[in-house]
């Protein structure tokens, strides 16, 4: 996650070493120019493009309404980065890279780089929310907002890496019935965890815009009549219940410590005896310093006045919620984030 210089030579080596070379001009200038470039090449249609087969830069300039000078810059810089090659002229999209960046890819996460747009416009409000601590929130925006279909499909396409491997490693009381799914958005994990359980029902509960999308997900994949939707404020709002099983996935990152604390205790009561809590999410660590957990937390903070937090905020959440069995699960598929399950007593 983080941006490094890879000298060329020994000079530049020794250059760094004695701290003779201004790091930070570097990741700043660059790190900015590598997201934008790969953005640019979902935006700019260029991927999409090349999917279908390889073709010059005047080719592509042709067919997607771009100039050719601009369009020959930016294919060597993904070049460059390795999403593309250069054959007799024409520029290849890699195998590797096809996996993500084809539109007709299963693998598909193109809108989650549009959705970077979206980021890109918060992170520049970044010297003003550290200035006066004001973080602005991004879920109050309207639900009638674009913002949500690309903000829904983004963690939809990333969702679904992840999720079969997620429902297999999640443990249900046996022939489950309900499922309540706590900001569950694209209803993706519920969609998996009903397909593997063939008695089990699910509920995301999650704000408007974001059932709006969601529910045109779930009817796609041809599973409305297992997984449902309700609109509401999961803090506030009565939850329904009982549950054999609780999801809270990617949600805590968004809020306060007090207000994880109430969404515990809310699942809890919305849950049977016996029943099964899983928590998904990015957990900061007080002994590594990853600058992939402090951007995250600064990205929270920036975005929903919150933070990653500790796995020990979570395990002092769930024990004053009066849950037990506390596990930490392990999920290959998501090597940034933790998967946690624990259970009600009964």
Known sequence: MQFRIRPDSWVEWL?????RAPVPVAQAMFGMGVAR??????????????????????ELAERLGLDPRGTEHLLACLTSLGHLKRRGGRYVLKRHVR??????????????????????????????????????????????D???????????????????????????????RRLLDLG???????????????????????????????????????????????TGDFLRDDLGGPYDAVLCFQVIHHLTPEQNAELFRRAY??????????????FASPRLRRPDAALLGLHFYL??????????DLGAWLRAAGWTRVRRVRVRRLPIQTLYEARRPG
């Open 15 to 19: 250059a760094l070493w004695l701290n």
């Open 37 to 58: 470039t790969v953005m640019a090449g979902v935006r700019l249609g260029l991927y999409a493009e090349l999917a279908r087969g390889p073709a010059t830069a005047v």
């Open 99 to 144: 996996r993500w960046l084809d539109p007709t890819s299963p693998t598909y996460v193109g809108t989650f780089l549009e959705f970077n747009e979206d980021q890109w416009a918060w992170w520049s409000r970044l010297e003003a929310v550290v200035r006066t601590g004001r973080s602005f929130h991004i879920h109050a925006v309207p639900p009638e």
């Open 146 to 176: 674009p913002f949500w279909d690309r903000y829904i499909t983004a963690m939809y396409e990333l969702a679904r890496l992840a999720a079969p491997e997620v429902a297999r490693r999640v443990r249900l009381p046996r022939r489950p």
């Open 184 to 230: 569950g958005g694209h209803g993706w994990y519920a969609v998996e965890l009903c397909r593997r359980h063939p008695t089990l029902q699910a509920t995301v509960f999650d704000l408007p815009g974001a059932v709006r999308v969601g529910r045109e997900i779930v009817e796609r994949a041809g599973m409305r009549d297992r997984v449902t939707f309700v």
């Open 269 to 282: 009561a919305a849950t049977a005896p016996g029943g099964t809590l899983a928590v998904l999410d990015y």
């Open 303 to 312: 975005t929903s006045a919150a933070s990653t937090y500790t796995e020990a």
